[in-house]
């Protein structure tokens, strides 16, 4: 398609039809870059980048390179933990050695523990729950059961809880509240 450039303010521009960018996946921001003489737009991964790691196997090498640059390794390793091995080999082949040997260990260590462990060893290791991706939350809330939960969260304060309440539904929330309540009821705290 041929497109006329136009002024915009001091610089210069295209416009570039709604339909062609939704079939992109360009929302808002984007990344923009010359690769051998030519421009190239990308849908820029911004703060996104670690609520989209789950589709890892459909994104660009580029792309997973932006997301390892935008997370730290332990967040990564836990993520990998539990990830296919398709996935794992995709974001390993935009790893350094010595990036990639590392993650290793962190995996290797965090697949031997509990879900509500692991939360607690990230937490420890980033030094603020608030520091861990929702991403990485949820998939270790995934196999906690209520019990367990609610007997991990009692003791915490309001924002380490208000973080990992935001990623359960509505009724897992109040049924985790409600079982914290009846642990303080009964002094098991």
Do not use: W
């Amino acid at each position: 398609m041929k497109m006329q450039i136009v002024k915009i303010g001091n610089s210069k521009g295209i416009r570039i039809p709604s339909v062609m960018l939704k079939q992109c996946g360009i929302e808002k921001d984007v990344e923009v870059e010359v690769v051998d003489g030519a421009i190239v737009i990308k849908a820029s991964m911004g703060d996104d980048i670690n609520l989209k790691f789950h589709n890892v196997e459909e994104m660009t090498d580029y792309d997973i390179q932006l997301m390892l640059r935008a997370t730290d390794m332990n967040s990564l390793a836990a993520s990998l933990a539990g990830a296919n091995d398709k996935c794992k080999e995709r974001v390993f082949k935009n790893m350094s050695k010595r990036a990639y040997e590392e993650v290793i260990q962190l995996i290797e260590h965090f697949e031997k523990l509990k879900p509500m462990e692991l939360l607690s060893e990230i937490s420890k290791t980033t030094h603020k729950v608030e520091d861990m991706t929702d991403y990485d939350i949820q998939l270790m809330l995934r196999d906690t059961d209520m019990n367990s939960l609610a007997a991990s969260l009692a003791g915490e304060n309001d924002k380490y809880k208000e973080i990992v309440f935001k990623n359960m539904s509505k009724r897992a929330c109040e049924e985790v509240k409600q079982l914290i309540e009846e642990l303080r009821k009964n002094n098991s705290l």
